[in-house]
């Protein structure tokens, strides 16, 4: 029986086209998986990772989470596990991933279909905000001065099991219903604004899209209604942004109980549905 391992890990997305493997392009998963071959002595064909979520060009992360399936008959022993993490990070070239976690995963563990939720944050300093720029290279800087109040009450309002086709960049044979947990918005401390967004899944560049919408009506140029009735009518509109990539992180990837990650998987294996009116 071959062995699974979970990989926690983080990353400024930066210099990076996103997490999925491209042809001459500088990646996450090309990164990660050339320092898995070294530091475990195996093909990189080998080291193949399937992720929580996959990122965007430009996107960070501080929780995100993969694994990998070993080789069938490959012995890791338990001295071996205890300094394959620290092996895995000499082995990455630059220090823009970090290894927060190697542990072998639990019976049934599958880093995307087990997840209950993901987690994202998304920064924007406007014309309330101190803009740091050490904390430029991960917040939006924006010169508008933005309503945080009803961009909070969109939030509120959007959350829910919805098709979300008009804030979504789809995918050939994907589904866009996502249930949309939470979505909120506070200033911090520095008056910047901070979006806190769950969801069961993500759409590619939802929250990017999410994140346009608040901004749209915290300047006035949508209306909150409007904004709720562009996401009923199920087309991508131009009415809101796409918002840079830089802004937003990926924080946190939620799983269930050791005992219930095989049932959990299997459920979200099936193609998501939308609930009858």
């Known amino acids: 029986m071959s062995i699974r391992l979970r990989i926690d890990l983080g990353y400024h997305g930066a210099q990076f086209s ?12 090309g990164e990660l998986e050339r320092a898995l071959s070294i530091a475990l002595r195996i093909a990189p064909k080998v080291t193949r990772t399937l ?16 694994h990998i399936q070993l080789p069938e008959g ?11 993490r620290a092996r895995v990070q000499g082995a990455l070239a630059a220090k823009d991933v970090v290894i927060h976690d190697i542990q072998i995963a639990p019976e049934g563990f ?21 803009k740091n720029p050490l904390h430029a290279s991960f917040t939006t800087w ?26 979504c960049r789809p995918r050939v044979g994907a589904t866009t219903i996502r249930e949309l947990q939470h979505y909120r918005w506070k200033r911090d401390r520095d008056g910047v604004l901070v979006a ?6 993500f759409c590619h560049s939802m929250v990017r899209s999410l994140v346009g919408a608040a901004v749209a009506v915290g300047r006035g140029k949508l209306g909150l ?8 009518g199920k087309e991508r509109t131009s009415e809101f942004p796409t918002m840079p990539a830089h802004g937003l992180s990926l924080t946190k990837v939620s799983y269930p109980k050791d005992s219930q990650m095989a049932t959990r998987a299997s459920l979200a294996r099936n193609r998501r549905a939308a609930d009858p009116d």
């Open 51 to 66: 992720v929580a979520g996959r990122t965007d060009a430009g996107v960070h992360a501080v929780g995100q989470v993969c």
């Open 110 to 130: 599958d880093a995307r279909f087990s997840a209950l939720s993901r987690e994202y944050q998304y920064r924007i300093a406007d014309g309330r905000a101190l």
């Open 196 to 201: 806190r967004v769950i969801a069961d899944a």
């Open 142 to 167: 924006s010169s508008y001065t933005l309503d945080d109040s009803v961009m909070d009450e969109l939030g509120v309002a959007l959350c829910g099991l919805h098709d979300w086709a008009a804030f």
């Open 74 to 84: 490959y012995e890791l022993t338990s001295r071996a596990q205890s300094q394959l």
């Open 18 to 29: 996103g997490w999925g493997i491209q042809p001459h392009h500088r990646t996450v998963q």
């Open 225 to 232: 209604k409007d904004a709720i009735a562009l996401r009923e």
